[in-house]
């Protein structure tokens, strides 16, 4: 499933990977087409977004959407404490300043969508004393690659996990490898919301890297498998519009 010449991905050794200028959009230059009308998100062009590089937003009872605009990540607040979904190192020390911005509850729960440096790569925000829960190959894939800032999950599970935290359900499915062995779907039934990393793209015809997953068959099959789910809101770890 994960073969040992799989290439490690690190934070430091690897910054052009998530190290995207201009906030993942296309560059505007002389040499570039003027972006067409609308082609930027409403929240782009807002006083918080160019003076602080993130924007946050509640979806729907208190599960909220934060953006670096390259990177999509999430939290929900609950009675007990906050459940944050991934860290990408474009947020860093923005994911805590936006969980900040809305509640002064700790968080208590990390979730890591999948194991890949840019969307998990600034986790250690958020301390150790965090339970951090996350599908068994991702917890095998970072045992063999240790990065101090990925701290291996403390809490996993094979198929099916129904994480409860102050009155909020937050049901994780595995599938099967699609974008990467591990990679799993987060679904929250109250809120109506579904987080499926690195699969499809809102904005864009597909993932713009779907040549970066490692089962294609299972890359396609999510897709159907994201339609399977009733959701109003989708977090797909990065999006376009
Ligand atoms: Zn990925």
């Known amino acids: 499933m994960c073969q040992s010449s799989q290439i490690p991905i690190s934070v430091e050794e690897t910054p052009s990977f998530y190290g995207i200028d201009h906030y993942g959009f296309p560059r505007a230059g002389a040499d570039d087409p003027l972006d067409p009308a609308g082609y930027y998100p409403p929240y782009f062009q807002s006083e918080h977004f160019q003076k602080y590089g993130y924007h946050v937003e509640e979806l729907r009872g208190g599960f909220y959407w934060v953006t670096s605009a390259g990177y999509d990540a999430a939290f929900v607040v609950t009675e007990e404490g906050v459940v944050a979904i991934d860290a990408p190192p474009t947020l860093g020390e923005n994911m805590l300043a936006a969980i900040e911005d809305v509640t002064d509850r700790p968080v208590t729960h990390v979730i890591y969508s999948h194991w890949h440096a840019d969307h998990i790569g600034a986790a250690s925000v958020f301390g150790p004393d965090v339970e951090i829960v996350a599908h068994r190959i991702t917890k095998e894939l970072l045992e063999r690659f240790p990065d101090p800032k990925r701290p291996l999950p403390t809490r996993t599970f094979d198929d099916e996990l ?48 779907c040549d970066a997953s490692q089962n294609i068959t299972g890359w396609y099959e999510a897709q159907s498998q994201i339609l399977e789910y009733d959701f109003d809101y989708f977090v797909g770890g990065h999006h376009m519009h």
Do not use: R, W
């Open 162 to 209: 129904v994480l409860e935290v102050g009155g909020v359900s937050l049901h994780l499915s595995y599938k099967g490898e699609n974008h990467c062995p591990g990679n799993i779907f987060i679904y929250a039934p109250q809120q109506k919301v579904l987080t499926a990393v690195d699969i499809v793209s809102p904005g864009s015809v597909t993932f713009m890297h």
